[in-house]
C-alpha cells in the first residue's frame, strides 16, 4: 500500500521561503510521476507541479512558475517543493500525491500540511 507523508508547511511572511518534504513509501516508484497539489480555504484543489521520477520532466501550474521547484531528494521516495517569493495567495494545505505509469489519475494522497503566508 503506497503511503506518502509530507512536512514542512508552516508560516512565512510575503517574500518568504519554504521547502515541503514527501517520503514516499510502500512500492517502487521508478516510473511513477509524483506531484504537489493545494487547497485552498473555499476553493477547489488545484495542481501547482509535479516530477516524472525516472526522467525528471518537470511542470508547473503558471501560478507558480519561477517561483517553486519540485525536486527528487537525494534520500530515496523522497520529493521537495522548493517555494520562493511566497506571496498570501500561496495560502493553503499543501498535499502530494503519486500517479502510476499510464495513468490519468493521481490515485494516493498524503495528509497534506498547511502553508500559511502572511501580508
Known amino acids: 500500500q503506497v503511503q506518502l507523508v509530507e512536512s514542512g508547511g508552516g508560516s512565512v511572511q510575503a517574500g518568504g521561503s519554504l521547502s515541503l518534504s514527501c517520503a514516499a513509501s510502500?512500492?517502487?516508484?521508478?516510473?511513477?510521476?509524483m506531484g504537489w497539489f493545494r487547497q485552498a480555504p473555499g476553493k477547489e484543489r488545484e495542481f501547482v507541479a509535479h516530477?516524472?521520477?525516472?526522467?525528471?520532466?518537470?511542470s508547473y501550474a503558471s501560478s507558480v512558475k519561477g517561483r517553486f521547484t519540485i525536486l527528487r531528494g537525494n534520500v530515496k521516495n523522497t520529493v521537495y517543493l522548493q517555494m520562493n517569493s511566497l506571496k498570501p495567495e500561496d495560502t493553503a494545505v499543501y498535499y502530494c500525491?503519486?500517479?502510476?505509469?499510464?495513468?490519468?489519475?493521481?490515485?494516493?494522497w498524503g495528509q497534506g500540511t498547511q502553508v500559511t503566508v502572511s501580508s
Open positions: 500525491a503519486v500517479r502510476a505509469p499510464g495513468a490519468l489519475d493521481f490515485s494516493s
Open positions: 510502500g512500492r517502487t516508484f521508478t516510473y511513477y510521476t
Open positions: 516530477i516524472v521520477w525516472n526522467s525528471g520532466t518537470t
